[in-house]
């Protein structure tokens, strides 16, 4: 193998060696010395990840209603017509429980449960425990998972109400992977009576967005900014209107506000920008539908395609709101009644390590 080294300019391996798949790759890395230098490369790392991102699938998370054993299951669809498994059962010495919380980025996972925070990547089956955070919380509000740009470090938020008499003292903590520990944000979160929406988070430019809701100003939106270590809370556009179901998605570096309105047996979707990060100024862009049926809203795909649930059973079908094109996904099959889809992402490979750098050596 020593002479495919010589022959081929290194170049030219690192073009073909990142259009494999990350079982190929950690497979390779015990051909030589070289090879495994460059498979292990940050630089390849992110060459890989990057072509990998041309051909994101769609991840679904589904939880067991049926089942007291906290049973959850994770399905591939990497296209219309074919569904694989995703096997998380490396992570189940750390999470024993119901899962509080599933959030992905770049091809890693963070999943917690009331006790415990795991980052892992299913496509190396590597996980890191987190540590505990510096103060015991009452309850986890809100725990969000993304990639901060502008440090280049992954990082956790967590708001958690210390007591249950004192439901006004909160805290918010992040932690940094690079660092591998907690810090507290001092910032002021409002006192009011606000539940978080258990929403996917959107981060950019390091600051973290969410949904909460309080039954008298209804949806509001936060925004916890870890560079200033600020917390603001943002009402939502006045002309928006939905039947209660409300999601935040990032589109073409903007912040999305979904709306969803059922009637008459038709779904329609608002779809609204954030035209400034900061400035609360909305534009609703354009309407997904009137869709005959009733539906929810799944994920928000780059490439002008939605995916929604059709409220049977196992079926999801994909919207292009370009060309008003609607198509069925294969049924996810044989799962046991009743089951909730609780979260669909994209999903990517990546070779990213997410043990301690101790762990490595």
């Known amino acids: 193998m020593a002479i495919v080294?010589?022959?081929?300019?290194?170049?030219?391996?690192?073009?073909?060696?990142?259009?494999?798949?990350?079982?190929?790759?950690?497979?390779?890395?015990?051909?030589?010395?070289?090879?495994?230098v460059l498979i292990q490369n940050?630089?390849?790392?992110?060459?890989?990840?990057?072509?990998?991102?041309?051909?994101?699938?769609?991840?679904?998370?589904?939880?067991?209603?049926?089942?007291?054993?906290?049973?959850?299951?994770?399905?591939?669809?990497?296209d219309q017509t074919s569904i694989e498994h995703l096997d998380l059962s490396f992570t189940r010495p750390h999470l024993d429980k119901e899962l509080f919380g599933m959030k992905s980025?770049?091809?890693?996972?963070?999943?917690?449960?009331?006790?415990?925070?795991?980052?892992?990547n299913p496509a190396t089956r590597e996980c890191r425990l987190l540590p505990q955070p510096p103060y015991h919380a009452w309850r986890t509000n809100y725990l969000g998972f993304a990639f901060d740009s502008k440090t280049s470090d992954y990082k956790v938020v967590r708001l958690a109400t210390l007591s249950e008499t004192t439901l006004v003292d909160h805290k918010i903590q992040i932690y940094g992977m690079s660092a591998d520990s907690w810090k507290e944000i001092v910032a002021t979160v409002p006192n009011h009576d606000f539940t978080v929406r258990q929403s996917p988070c959107k981060s950019f430019d390091g600051?973290?967005?969410?949904?909460?809701?309080?039954?008298?100003?209804?949806h509001a939106i936060d925004a916890l900014n870890t560079v200033e270590g600020s917390f603001e809370r943002r009402s939502l556009p006045a002309d928006v209107s939905s039947d209660g179901q409300i999601n935040l998605y990032l589109l073409n570096d903007s912040l999305a506000l979904i709306g969803r309105k059922c009637h008459n047996r038709e779904t329609r979707f608002d779809v609204w920008l954030m035209d400034e990060?900061?400035?609360?100024?909305?534009?609703?862009?354009?309407?997904?539908?009137?869709?005959?049926?009733?539906?929810?809203?799944?994920?928000?795909?780059?490439?002008?395609?939605?995916?929604?649930?059709?409220?049977?059973?196992?079926?999801?079908?994909?919207?292009?709101h370009s060309t008003h094109y609607i198509e069925e996904y294969k049924q996810i099959c044989d799962l046991p009644e009743p089951n909730l889809m609780t979260q669909v992402f994209p999903y990517s490979e990546s070779l990213?390590?997410?043990?301690?750098?101790?762990?490595l050596a």
């Open 5 to 36: 080294d010589e022959e081929l300019p290194q170049e030219l391996l690192m073009e073909i060696l990142s259009r494999l798949p990350v079982k190929s790759l950690l497979q390779l890395k015990s051909v030589s010395k070289s090879w495994y």
């Open 42 to 78: 940050p630089s390849f790392i992110s060459l890989h990840h990057t072509r990998a991102r041309l051909y994101y699938c769609a991840s679904i998370y589904v939880r067991n209603l049926n089942n007291n054993n906290f049973q959850r299951s994770m399905y591939l669809l990497p």
């Open 105 to 120: 980025c770049n091809g890693l996972m963070c999943l917690s449960t009331d006790s415990n925070i795991v980052i892992c």
């Open 207 to 218: 600051v973290f967005y969410w949904l909460s809701y309080n039954p008298s100003t209804r």
């Open 277 to 320: 990060f900061g400035v609360e100024f909305w534009t609703k862009k354009y309407t997904i539908g009137p869709l005959l049926g009733r539906y929810s809203l799944l994920g928000f795909w780059p490439i002008s395609e939605v995916l929604l649930d059709g409220f049977e059973k196992g079926k999801i079908v994909s919207y292009n």
């Open 352 to 359: 990213l390590s997410v043990k301690r750098p101790v762990d």
